[in-house]
């Protein structure tokens, strides 16, 4: 086994510059969810040559790819997310989950006749809010894989993903537009609908559990003073522990919508982002695994506290773990007191710290496919 993981670390370390390299590449031009046209044909290159056999736009989706090497019965998937959040670029670190992942993935292919492996890597757009994976299961990815893998960066080492489930909405008011000074009794006012769903939300939130989470931005209120606006829209988030107690949530927030629309008399559309993303449910012996692989490279676990919550924010990968045995923990790259969606985050997001998380990431996640394939796994399973 030992003799494995070097050769699957040297494999890594042969790539090193050229998976700095992608990385530098996708934090310069970051591309937001669905629109990650460039990062999907950039991502893949490294894998097309070493030996993957690579199929873009997979399963219908424009910005999603599957690649894989080797045919052994063992399937191993690393997934690699590559979009970006509006306005803040890569202040989520993902450039660093797809070179992290390619490499992970390159380090198994090393060893994957030895094991009886399938590598296989899955390129999974629209993390953020869009669902991507989502809509891949829907279609059939993922199945019959062994285990799923990917790790996050974070401002510290957090081995386990305790994410909340969460539920993505668009919410509009119509309402009618008017002179404001002159006729404004002749006016709905759309932008009022969203003040007093606000509020509603605002008192709402002293009878929620205090793990629940109700969050979003108005993302248009009108466009002239003068005019009461007629169009008001918004992104909306509610998040809770599970999926079981945010389908037990969700209709008390969209009854404050609701309460918008009566006060003011404007029409309310609620349209979902995607599903609602799940829970994450951890394989605990991959788990192991990965924590005593990044500890034998250095690495240092952070205690729970603040500084180790980035672990609680929501992903489709949870959906993923509902599916197929899969672990998503977080690499650190030392940016403290900067933390994920900031813009000095993304500033960590390149240079020496982020570099080392990035190979170190890749080879504690390929190492974790080496332990999943080894006899001693074989003898449990």
């Known amino acids: 086994m030992s003799a494995l993981k070097e050769a699957a670390r040297k494999a890594v370390d042969r790539h090193a ?12 031009d970051p591309e937001t969810a669905w629109e990650e046209h460039r990062a999907a044909a950039a991502v893949p290159q490294l894998l097309d040559r070493a030996g993957f056999a690579v199929t873009s736009s997979y399963l219908g989706l424009d910005t999603a790819f599957h690649a894989s090497f080797g045919s052994g019965p063992r399937r191993i998937a690393l997934c690699a997310e590559y979009d970006a959040l509006p306005g ?6 993902h450039n660093l989950i797809a070179a992290s992942s390619i490499g992970a993935a390159l380090g198994l292919a090393e060893v994957a006749d030895d094991l009886g492996l399938t590598v296989e890597v899955y ?3 629209a993390e953020e809010g869009g669902g991507g994976k989502i809509e891949l299961l829907d279609r059939g990815a993922f199945a019959g894989v062994d285990l ?10 957090v081995a386990e993903a305790q994410p909340f489930a969460v539920s993505h909405s668009k919410v509009a008011y119509t309402g009618k537009s008017a002179h404001a000074a002159a006729y404004p009794e002749a006016g709905v006012n759309a932008a009022d609908a969203f003040t007093v769903a606000q509020v509603a939300i605002g008192l709402l939130r002293q009878q929620l559990p205090s793990s629940a989470r109700v969050h979003g931005v108005v993302t ?12 008001a829209t918004g992104r909306w988030y509610v998040r809770a522990e599970t999926l079981a107690e945010l389908a037990e949530l969700e209709p008390r927030v969209m009854r404050a919508f609701e309460a918008g ?9 609620i349209e979902p982002e995607s599903k609602p993303y799940a829970e ?19 690495r240092e676990f952070a205690p729970p506290g603040q500084a180790a919550r980035m672990n609680r924010a929501s992903t489709d990968m949870g959906n993923v773990s509902q599916v197929v045995p899969a672990i998503h ?6 940016s403290l007191p900067a933390t994920n969606h900031q813009h000095e985050f993304a500033a960590y997001c390149v240079g020496s710290a982020a570099e080392r998380a990035l190979l170190d990431a890749a080879v504690a996640l390929a190492w974790t496919g080496v332990d999943r394939a080894g006899p001693s796994e074989e003898a449990t399973t």
């Open 17 to 28: 510059g050229q998976l700095i390299a992608l990385s530098e590449q996708l934090h310069a």
């Open 88 to 93: 803040l670029g890569h202040a989520c670190g």
């Open 123 to 125: 390129g999974t757009p």
């Open 148 to 157: 799923a893998m990917m790790a996050h960066p974070a401002p510290v080492d």
């Open 220 to 231: 248009h209120a009108g466009d002239a003073p003068n005019a009461i606006p007629e169009r």
């Open 261 to 269: 629309a009566l006060a003011t008399g404007c029409d309310l559309e």
């Open 280 to 298: 994450f449910r951890a394989d605990e012996t991959a788990l192991a695994h990965y924590r005593a692989n990044a500890l034998d490279l250095g």
């Open 329 to 334: 923990p977080y690499i650190g790259i030392g």
